[in-house]
């Protein structure tokens, strides 16, 4: 008897527009994580001085490489069986095989995302703001911070990355009725939550910190508390591969992949010292 959980059971996959076209709960928060960032570095370029120029071509390099970062970032570490299988389903919104499926942007990992966000933010800055690549790098962490928190909650929508059954006592178990009839973690929830922690951490430290000055800090502090976020809560969640749920030394893929940015966050936390490099270029 479930009397004490929650029953998740969406009456819809997202809002029809015409016919058999619809947005998904998922694309929809892509679409507020962007808008809202852009907000965000609205007010952000204007504290810093920029021309609003500049803050459109940092959009449009940002929604590109996140999304393309995303996608591919999914199918080479949990679904390369897709490049053989339905090879352009890689790359467009749709399903090819075995039928034609406008299925919207989905099966997007976060840690392809954050190397899309680097490479984007690198050739933004070579090409349009000719400051730092870590100068973009500690502001536009702040909006991909507040982002993530948007997808966890459309990951949440959709009844995806739900987590292990869970004691029939925990009061905010859920049954995600789209997927089986057990109480689960929210695991989906749980990140949302870490997340707001480090949006909140990243927007105060920038306007009143004084380690906002200090080249490199907030982007390898959003690297250590996004990823550590990840690597905890992924405990509460089932594989996303099946067979991965102790892929390497106990770790499923979600955990192994947060490891390494850890490590490079905390290098630029506390190791990295202003140079010239092509990071500073």
Avoid at 40 to 63: A, G, N, P, R, T
Avoid at 169 to 185: E, T, V
Avoid at 246 to 267: A, E, K
């Amino acid at each position: 008897m479930h009397f004490l959980q929650i029953v998740w059971e969406p009456a819809s996959e997202g809002l029809k527009l015409f016919g058999d076209f619809k947005i998904h709960y998922y694309s929809m928060m892509w679409m507020a994580a962007f808008i809202l960032g852009w907000y965000l570095m609205k007010k952000i370029y204007i504290q810093e001085q920029q021309s609003e120029e500049k803050l459109d071509s940092l959009f449009i390099y940002s929604v590109l490489g996140i999304l393309i970062g995303a996608r591919l970032g999914h199918v080479i570490f949990y679904q390369p069986e897709l490049f053989k299988q339905d090879f352009f389903s890689v790359f467009l919104p749709c399903r090819f095989n075995p039928e034609f499926e406008f299925t919207g942007f989905r099966g997007l990992a976060s840690h392809g995302a954050a190397i899309g966000m680097i490479i984007s933010m690198y050739l933004y800055n070579k090409k349009v703001l000719h400051k730092s690549v870590l100068w973009i790098l500690d502001r536009v962490v702040i909006p991909v911070a507040l982002g993530a928190i948007f997808v966890r909650v459309g990951n949440f929508f959709n009844s995806e990355m739900i987590g292990k059954p869970a004691d029939e006592s925990l009061p905010w178990a859920i049954i995600f009725k789209n997927y089986d009839n057990i109480p689960r973690h929210p695991g989906q929830l749980y990140e949302a939550f870490g997340y707001i922690f480090v949006f909140l951490t990243l927007w105060f430290l920038y306007w009143k910190g004084k380690k906002s000055k200090q080249t490199g800090f907030l982007f390898g502090l959003f690297l250590v508390l996004l990823m550590t976020v990840r690597l905890f809560v992924e405990r509460f969640k089932i594989e996303q591969v099946v067979g991965r749920d102790d892929w390497i030394l106990g770790l499923n893929t979600g955990q192994v992949l947060s490891i390494p940015f850890i490590l490079i966050g905390l290098y630029f936390m506390f190791l990295y010292k202003t140079k010239k490099s092509s990071l500073d270029k």
